[in-house]
C-alpha cells in the first residue's frame, strides 16, 4: 500500500513534464494520491492536460492565483467534485525576467508587487480559501530555494519573493496547526533545469557551480523533490511543519 493511498492531492503549478511540481505529482500518483491539477491559461493547459491524464487525475481546471476570483472557483470545483482533500502543493512563482539579471535595486514597483503577489500571497490566499475543506492533519507544501536565504546573482527580486514565502510557511505553520492540526513546509530545491529556470539570466553557471561545491558534487533531480515531499506529505513526517527542507545535495551547508 502506498503511503499516500486514499489521499487526495491538487497540484498548483505544473508547467510541462520537466517541472518540480510534475516530479512531485509523479511520486504521490506512485503512493497512492488521487490528483488534481490547475493550468493558468490555453497554451499551459495543453501541457497539462496529457500530464492530468498520464496520473489519471480527477480534476483538471484553470486557475490564475493573481485572481482571488479563481481561486474561488478553483475552490468551487474541487469541493463539488472530492467535498475534501487532503494535500495542497503550491509550486507557483512569477517575476519579470528584466529583473532576473543585473542588479536587485533596479526593480520598479509594479514588477516587485507582482512578484510577491502571485510567488508570495497566492500561498495565502490558496490557505485560507481551503482551509475549510482540508481534512484534519492535512498538508500545504510549496517550493523555495536557497536564493531566499543568501545572495545569489541574478535571482534578485525572486529572492526576496522566496524570503517573504518561507516566512509565510512559518506563520501559517502556526495559524492552521493551532486550528486544524494542518501541517505546512516547504521545500527548496537545488537549481533544476525547468521551464521556470530558464528566465534567470546564466542559470547554467548557477547549477554548474552548485554541482562544483555540493558536497554530493551534483545537483538534484525533480523525483528526489518529489520523494521528499512524499515524506513531507505523509504520515512519515507527522512531527514536521513550519520546516524549510532542503533538497539540495547539501549546498546549503557549505560556507568556503
Known sequence: MGLLEGKKALILGVANNKSIAYGIAKAFHREGATLGFNYLNEKIEKR???????FNAEIITKCDVSSDEEIKNLAETVREKWGTLDIIVHSIAYANKEFLKDYYYKVDRKSFLEAMDISVYSFTAIAREFMDMMNEGGNLLTLSYYGAEKVVYNYNVMGVAKAALEASVKYLARDLGELKNI???AISAGPIKT???????????????????APLKRTVTIDEVGNAAVFLCSELGSGVTGEILYVDAGYNIIGM
Open 48 to 54: 497539462v492536460r496529457p500530464i492530468a491524464e498520464e
Open 183 to 185: 501541517r505546512v513546509n
Open 195 to 213: 521551464l521556470a529556470a530558464s528566465g534567470i539570466s546564466q542559470f547554467s553557471e548557477i547549477q554548474k557551480i552548485a554541482a562544483e561545491r
